[in-house]
């Protein structure tokens, strides 16, 4: 069964940053993508940042230019650096995997391994 620890969540001050990390507990083989989701008290999860089997990426609107998704294959390894943060960017983050598919975006729905989550807060 896969999976998914997130880290590196902490509070920072606005314009600060923060890197969190997901690892995957099995290796996968075949297709897969892997995204970070966020959600806040009272307010439905959505999708920050997801990354393709080819590497390719998508952002929501409202973290592009401050915070890059990435993975290491050999680490079974998820990563988010998270810059310039503002204090609605907090939330408890979550790590998300689809297996077995090439491509995906950023409903939740695509997503069917999901971690426990880790809490980012940033203070004005």
């Known amino acids: 069964q896969v999976q998914l620890v997130e880290s590196g969540g902490g509070s920072v001050q606005a314009g600060g940053s923060l890197k969190l990390s997901c690892i995957v507990s099995?290796?996968?083989?075949?297709?897969?993508?892997m995204a970070w989701f966020r959600q806040a008290p009272g307010k439905e999860r959505e999708g920050v940042a997801s990354?393709?089997?080819?590497?390719?990426?998508i952002y929501a609107d409202s973290v592009k230019g401050r915070f890059t998704i990435s993975k290491d294959n050999a680490k079974n390894g998820l990563y988010l650096q998270m810059n310039s943060l503002k204090p609605e960017d907090t939330a408890m983050y979550y790590c998300?995997?689809?297996?077995?598919?090439?491509?995906?975006?950023?409903?939740?729905?695509?997503?069917?391994?999901w971690g426990q989550g880790t809490q980012v807060t940033v203070s004005s």
């Open positions: 099995t290796v996968i083989y075949g297709p897969y993508c």
């Open positions: 998300a995997a689809a297996l077995g598919i090439w491509h995906a975006g950023l409903e939740s729905r695509e997503y069917n391994h």
């Open positions: 990354i393709d089997t080819d590497g390719s990426t």
